[in-house]
């Protein structure tokens, strides 16, 4: 049973950890890079990778739903516009045969070409971020934070009224590795100080627009 609200609980917990990907990107990751990690069962162990999914799904609908939100995004807020960038180019995904990846002579074998790193170096270069290897720890700590607290606040609003609930979801719906239990269950076995520190440095890299949850509800 799931409340209202944009997304319900699959979308609404897929967004900030597609955000969090594109970040990874201004920073110093490629897609192939963090689809790995988000694929590997020593990592992530997602059933595919965000941008293999965005890929798969139609670049065009991100594109259109930013679009639509823009004279509402909040000021201040973290905003990547590689996605926007691929979108103008006529990347619209697999069904272009080329979004961030490229699927060559109708193969669905994600191939990662020049054109694509470039937008991506040419967004670092914008924001004035100097990129760099980034350890396959940090994209899987980093995309988790982003996991874990938006089913927080998914909780703290009323819209999933258990935790299970949001396990259910993520595993069943979204490829969330069955072995972790789910993002609450995950986060339920780390150190609770630890997870809220990192929390409040992700909140700050993310700008004023990032809503930081109330952990607690997590453990309750």
């Given at each position: 049973?799931?409340?209202?609200?944009?997304?319900?609980?699959?979308?609404?917990?897929?967004?900030?950890?597609?955000?969090?990907?594109?970040?990874?990107?201004?920073?110093?990751?490629?897609?192939a890079?963090?689809?790995?990690?988000?694929?590997?069962?020593e990592?992530?162990?997602?059933?595919?990778?965000?941008?293999?999914?965005?890929?798969?799904s139609?670049?065009?609908?991100?594109?259109?739903?930013?679009?639509?939100q823009?004279?509402?995004?909040?000021?201040?807020?973290?905003y990547?516009?590689?996605?926007?960038?691929?979108?103008?180019?006529g990347?619209?995904?697999?069904?272009?045969?080329?979004?961030?990846?490229?699927?060559?002579?109708?193969?669905?074998?994600?191939?990662?070409?020049?054109?694509?790193?470039?937008?991506?170096?040419?967004?670092?270069?914008?924001?004035?971020?100097?990129?760099?290897?980034?350890?396959?720890?940090?994209?899987?700590?980093?995309?988790?934070?982003?996991?874990?607290?938006?089913?927080?606040?998914?909780?703290g609003?009323?819209?999933?009224?258990?935790?299970?609930?949001?396990?259910?979801?993520?595993?069943?719906?979204?490829?969330?590795?069955?072995?972790?239990?789910?993002?609450?269950?995950?986060?339920?076995?780390?150190?609770?100080?630890?997870?809220?520190?990192?929390?409040?440095?992700?909140?700050?890299?993310?700008?004023?627009?990032?809503?930081?949850?109330?952990?607690?509800?997590l453990?309750?």
């Open positions: 049973v799931c409340g209202v609200c944009f997304g319900f609980i699959g979308n609404r917990m897929a967004e900030p950890y597609l955000r969090e990907a594109e970040a990874l990107l201004l920073e110093g990751a490629t897609p890079r963090i689809d790995a990690v988000a694929q590997s069962p990592w992530l162990g997602m059933a595919m990778g965000p941008f293999a999914v965005a890929d798969m139609g670049l065009d609908i991100a594109w259109r739903m930013r679009k639509a823009a004279a509402t995004r909040a000021q201040g807020v973290r990547v516009d590689i996605l926007d960038r691929l979108c103008e180019a990347r619209l995904g697999r069904k272009t045969g080329s979004g961030y990846y490229t699927y060559a002579d109708g193969k669905q074998a994600p191939v990662t070409d020049s054109v694509v790193l470039q937008i991506i170096e040419d967004a670092s270069i914008r924001r004035g971020i100097k990129r760099q290897q980034l350890p396959a720890e940090t994209i899987q700590r980093r995309a988790m934070l982003a996991i874990v607290n938006e089913a927080a606040c998914l909780l609003e009323g819209v999933a009224t258990r935790a299970s609930d949001i396990d259910v979801v993520m595993i069943h719906g979204y490829g969330f590795p069955r072995w972790e239990g789910g993002p609450v269950h995950w986060a339920r076995q780390q150190d609770r100080a630890s997870l809220s520190r990192e929390l409040h440095e992700l909140a700050a890299q993310c700008g004023s627009g990032f809503v930081l949850a109330d952990l607690n509800v453990f309750e």
